[in-house]
């Protein structure tokens, strides 16, 4: 409901700003992905298969502003992306913001979650290295990348460089996932009380520093179907407590005399029934030939405590969890000033308590980023 009430909101102050100067930009990528596994399932991203799959990655999105009037203005992103209903338009984020200053903007509406290096431009593939950020790290919150509620901004100037800092706090809406494809079980999490806060430091274009700091409390049911009378069933309701979540990110990245240098760590702590603590940490390097630069990336999830999953190769199998990395080798090409293609080889491997279960996964990404 708040959704819709945002919405409406701030397409009604568009059209009122219809006089008023409007900018719009434009993104989009098509993305190509391919698994050596017959079946392969990932809860906090997608299921891929020997089968090549274009819906995955591949989207397109608009951005429109506009200046309503001295120190007001009005901003929101929609996306075009694939979901449980096909490809669907959503409202990715958008607010109207206040600046009673030039230094401090007061905002109210819908907003990316600033925990990583690279969330205000998440699904803009044009503005980063590889086909995806690793999924290591920025699947660490369950997938969340998004919130309802207000902030305040501040940018300073400082010592030739300029440092940002950001205040939230607000709620997100329900997230579903289904857990097992085989015998579909939906879980649903919400996160409340949500507040935060976000640095980062950047200076001119050579480097640029992030941290972040984020909690709230989460909260989860999980449906399922249960078998009433034959051939009559039923939906059970299971809620699950997570109590208090906190996260915790810092990284940075360098672009000097063509070295791309880029790297963050995450921290989950929550003490709960099922999701618990976890880190991540991923390192990506890169080398600048002309129009084109090749990467090697590293990245890795574990420290994980009391935490189940569906087990990617066996949807009907629930196991404990003990780590996942992956090697990442990939080649970026500017093809042309709006036009950036990717392609990458990654080896994925999943450790499990009962080592029976551990595989390696082999994907091969590819994909077209655009802006207009």
């Known amino acids: 409901m708040l959704k819709l009430v945002t919405c409406v909101f701030l397409f009604s102050a568009l059209a009122q700003s219809a006089f008023a100067s409007v900018e719009i930009k434009g993104f989009g990528t098509a993305g190509l992905i391919k698994s050596d596994a017959a079946s392969y399932y990932l809860q ?3 299921t891929y298969g020997s089968r090549v799959r274009m819906d995955a990655d591949s989207l397109i999105g608009l951005n429109l502003s506009s200046n309503l009037s001295a120190g007001w203005t009005v901003a929101t992103q929609l996306i075009v992306n694939h979901g449980v209903n096909g490809y669907t338009p959503r409202l990715d984020w958008g607010f109207v913001s ?13 907003f990316s979650l600033a925990t990583w290096l690279f969330s205000q431009q998440i699904h803009v593939g044009y503005s980063y290295l590889w086909v995806r950020p690793p999924v290591e790290v920025y699947t660490l919150i369950g997938g969340f990348s998004n919130f309802d509620g207000m902030s305040a901004l501040s940018n300073l100037s400082l010592f030739g ?3 940002s800092a950001e205040l939230y706090g607000g709620a997100e809406d329900n997230k579903s996932y289904v857990n097992n494809p085989a015998n579909p079980t939906t879980t649903d999490i919400r996160m409340e009380d949500l507040a935060g806060v976000d640095l980062s430091y950047s200076y001119k274009d050579l480097w640029t520093l992030h941290a972040s700091y984020l909690q709230s409390h989460p909260g989860v049911k999980i449906y399922s179907s249960a078998l009433i009378s034959n051939p009559v069933y039923g939906t059970v309701i299971v809620p699950m407590d997570l109590h208090f979540g906190r996260f915790f990110s810092m990284g940075g990245k360098l672009d000097y005399s063509n070295v791309l240098f880029i790297t963050e760590f995450a921290r989950r702590l929550i003490d709960g029934q099922a999701l618990q603590s976890a880190s991540a940490w991923y390192a990506t390097l890169g080398y600048r030939i002309s129009k084109f630069t090749p990467y090697l990336s590293y990245a890795w999830q ?3 405590r009391g935490t189940f999953y569906t087990h990617p190769l ?5 196991t404990m969890k003990i780590n996942q990395y992956s090697y990442t080798a990939g080649l970026n090409y500017q093809a042309h000033d709006s036009v950036v293609l990717k392609a990458e080889w990654q080896p994925a491997y999943y450790k499990y308590l009962d080592s029976s279960y551990d595989f390696r996964v082999n994907m091969v990404s590819a994909s077209a980023n655009f802006i207009f």
Do not use: H, K
């Open 302 to 304: 574990g420290s994980l």
């Open 161 to 163: 460089g300029t440092l």
């Open 314 to 318: 066996s949807p009907a199998v629930t």
């Open 98 to 110: 206040y600046q009673p200053m030039p230094e401090i903007a007061l905002r109210a509406g819908r």
């Open 44 to 46: 906090e991203f997608d």
